[in-house]
């Protein structure tokens, strides 16, 4: 008997059994990203609840409880789901395309009656669900060629270029992140994998030459030497950098930070809140939400690796990636070791919808652990 058959327990269909199967320590962990990014936002507005604070502690309470409510429906609803919230993103972001509006140079909310979406953030969710779902009804054993992942490609690259128009690098990254490493665990072939490299690398010479507009270009160049502009393009990384210079080991204190409470740190409340955590809680302060993130991470990996359906293994295994882009792309932005690209950090940066998408996703990572027992039929390598 094999480990994961040791895990085969009936799942219970009351909902008191599955709030007390819940893995309430990943909600902790949460809570306590969430209660870090309320004191940064308060202490980045001057010491006042308004306009950050209060509003992202309101968020987290209604997103927390959405996430247990994603988590307590059985997976297999999620499974039908799948291509439908897949062919709705697609049909979003081409609204947007359409008739979005326009923001800070940038065409990427639809406004829908009072309220203001970015189809982009749950299209990075929508695509790790219908790829699960592909792979899963996928009744082919040899997965290394190419063959059978073209249709996944295609599904990849057709949210991606529409991100991309808004335009939105960052998030379409994100989006072929989460497609290739999900594309890679399927079984994709090494030579595909190497070829695929490199003719990546030549794209995005090709794009930065042809297709990158100025804004975006701007943004590579100031990542390559961010003094040729300190005071026009090249600010946001040089005020990020002396922030984090100043914290030193154990920072500055609690609003106590030059940077952030004199207004010369940009984005303090969104992008650059790690910096600003930097500077008043130093190196030890950002390791310890860094490592909030890990355990996350890890929670991800262990739900992936036990799930018993690859529908399952590879819905974790996306959503644990999309974390894992989202942290390491702000966290290389803000030391200068990746461009600047828009991307803050979930649930410790100010914003709804990054906040929403991600604890979403890992309501759904819930569902796979607390649902591995069922069977949603057609699952590659069930005996």
Do not use: C
């Not at 190419?146 to 949210?159: F, Q, S, T």
């Not at 160049?221 to 600010?235: A, E, H, I, Q, V």
């Amino acid at each position: 008997m094999s480990l994961l058959d040791t895990l085969d327990v009936p799942v219970s269909n009351t909902v008191r059994s599955k709030l007390k199967q819940l893995d309430w320590g990943l909600m902790f962990v949460f809570a306590m990203i969430a209660a870090m990014g309320v004191m940064l936002l308060y202490g980045a507005a001057g010491g006042a609840w308004q306009p950050w604070a209060l509003n992202h502690m309101v968020r987290f309470g209604v997103f927390a409880t959405m996430m247990v409510a994603v988590a307590l429906v059985d997976v297999r609803f999620w499974y039908g789901l799948a291509w439908p919230a897949y062919l709705l993103a697609v049909v979003a972001l081409v609204g947007v395309e359409l008739f979005g509006k326009v923001a800070m140079g940038a065409q990427r909310w639809l406004m829908v009656g009072p309220i203001q979406i970015q189809p982009s953030e749950f299209t990075k969710i929508a695509t790790a669900l219908a790829l699960a779902r592909y792979y899963n009804d996928l009744q082919v054993v040899r997965r290394d060629g190419l063959g059978v992942h073209l249709i996944p490609l295609v599904m990849v690259a057709v949210p991606a270029a529409l991100i991309m128009r808004q335009p939105d690098l960052g998030t379409a990254l994100m989006v072929v992140g989460v497609g290739a490493t999900l594309i890679i665990l399927a079984g994709l072939a090494w030579r595909w994998i190497i070829a695929a490299g490199v003719t990546s690398v030549a794209g995005a010479v090709v794009g930065f030459l042809f297709f990158m507009s100025e804004f975006q270009k701007e943004r590579v160049f100031n990542f390559l030497d961010p003094s040729r502009d300190p005071l026009g393009t090249g600010y946001h990384i040089t005020q990020s950098k002396i922030a984090i210079g100043s914290g030193g080991l154990f920072g500055v204190g609690y609003m106590q930070g030059t940077q952030s409470q004199l207004d010369f740190l940009p984005e303090r409340h969104t992008d650059f809140i790690l910096a600003m955590l930097l500077e008043e809680f130093g190196m030890v302060g950002g390791l310890f939400v860094l490592g909030l993130y890990a355990v996350a991470m890890g929670y991800g990996v262990r739900v992936a690796m036990q799930a018993r359906e690859t529908f399952g293994k590879m819905l974790a295994a996306g959503i644990t990636m999309l974390l894992f882009i989202y942290v390491a792309i702000n966290a290389g932005m803000i030391v200068g070791l990746l461009p600047v690209v828009g991307e803050a950090l979930p649930i410790l940066s100010h914003g709804g919808s990054v906040m929403m998408s991600m604890l979403f996703g890992f309501g759904l990572v819930q569902s796979v652990k607390l649902h591995r027992s069922r069977s949603l039929g057609n699952s590659f390598g069930r005996k």
